[in-house]
């Protein structure tokens, strides 16, 4: 049973789980998108698809219920005027100066379908609470992440994070380039190391604005296991139908 954050005539958002292909993969499982079509079904509602949220990432996924709703959707994304906020709990302590901080490094594609920072190591400084190449590079696409940290209990951190230029894997990689991969991250962190071990990739897609509306996804219990309170909290308010009408911004 897919659980439904909000539904219009023309579109839908969902609480997609982690651990799923929200599309047919090669290992053959069952994808997200199948069990939407059948359940669409029986409302004479057909999915269109706008953005991705890999494999195990988990929270708001946005869904178009007409073609004209998936072109408008699509625009949008492209000019960024959809915004994603998501929440990371990250291997380290991760102390910011004013809780925030800003992730400024170019993205390039790497090898084995991986991304990477458009320059090596070595070339990433830190200056108070932003990360950026202390030597022009001329590869790689502008990228920009935003960082607020919510609480840490000395091996983890929990931040909320916001890509503000939407690349592929761009929060798992600008996170564990700086050295703070998310737990649970087996392509970028570490899997062999206790403190990255964790059941799940530690990323959820916790809030999306869009045409004025804010869809919110639970935050899952997994994710602020041990760590302090001070995470945010889901701000939908259910309708009689069941649906969860937001706030809007």
């Given amino acids: 049973m897919i659980e439904v954050l909000y539904r219009s005539a023309d579109l839908l958002a969902i609480n997609k789980p982690s651990g799923i292909s929200l599309l047919a993969d090669r290992s053959g499982a069952a994808c997200l998108w199948d069990v939407l079509r059948e359940e669409l079904a029986a409302t004479q509602a057909e999915p269109f698809a706008v953005h991705r949220i890999d494999k195990g990432t988990s929270g708001v996924l946005l869904v178009a219920l007409s073609r004209e709703r998936q072109s408008e959707l699509t625009r949008a994304f492209t000019h960024h005027a959809v915004r994603k906020f998501y929440v990371a709990r990250v291997v380290g302590a991760m102390n910011l100066a004013g809780g925030t901080g800003t992730i400024d490094l170019p993205l390039m594609k790497g090898r084995k379908s991986r991304y990477r920072v458009a320059g090596p190591r070595e070339h990433i400084a830190r200056r108070g609470g932003r990360w950026s190449l202390n030597r022009a590079s001329d590869r790689g696409h502008a990228s920009v992440t935003r960082l607020r940290r919510l609480a840490g209990d000395g091996t983890h951190t929990l931040l909320a994070v916001q890509g503000l230029t939407g690349r592929a894997h761009q929060l798992r990689v600008h996170l564990a380039w700086i050295g703070f991969p998310i737990a649970g991250d087996h392509l970028y962190g570490k899997p062999t190391a206790p403190e990255q071990r964790w059941p799940r990739l530690a990323l959820h897609c916790h809030r999306v604005v869009v045409d004025g509306l804010t869809i919110t996804a639970p935050l899952p ?29």
């Fill in 221 to 249: 219990p997994s994710l602020t296991a041990s760590i302090a309170a001070g995470h945010p909290r889901a701000r939908g308010r259910k309708t009689r139908r069941g649906d969860t009408r937001m706030s809007r911004q």
